[in-house]
Nanobody
């Protein structure tokens, strides 16, 4: 049973930065595709970013107000930790951010579908004020 614990959330002004961490225990993180999702008040949970087991495959949400160029997902399998560096934050980034782990045999595959993820953290609040 993999347990995921997020940290690093908080309140910042628009344009600021935060670095979220997701520490895993009870399992070997290198066996899992990792993802970050977020849920804003009154909205459905949405995919943000995913990284393959090897770290070479990365994908970000592709939308008009994309996080591409502002957010960076990374992982340190030796530390059993995944990160989400968030720069140039906007008020619309305000949400609870969750990390999740998807068991996958491929070391290169990524996963954007939340149904593929077996383990979820409890979430960390990110609030961006204008």
């Amino acid at each position: 049973q993999v347990k995921l614990v997020e940290s690093g959330g908080g309140s910042v002004q628009a344009g600021g930065s935060l670095r979220l961490s997701c520490a895993a225990s009870g399992g070997t993180l290198s066996l899992y595709v990792m993802g970050w999702f977020r849920q804003a008040p009154g909205k459905e949970r949405e995919f943000v970013a995913t990284i393959s087991r090897s770290g070479t495959g990365i994908w970000y949400i592709d939308s008009i107000d994309s996080v591409k160029g502002r957010f960076t997902i990374s992982r340190d399998n030796a530390k059993n930790t995944v990160y989400l560096q968030m720069n140039s934050l906007k008020p619309e980034d305000t949400a609870v951010y969750y990390c999740a782990a998807a068991p996958m045999t491929s070391t290169l595959a990524v996963a954007t579908n939340p149904d593929l993820y077996s383990y979820w953290g409890q979430g960390t609040q990110v609030t961006v004020s204008s």
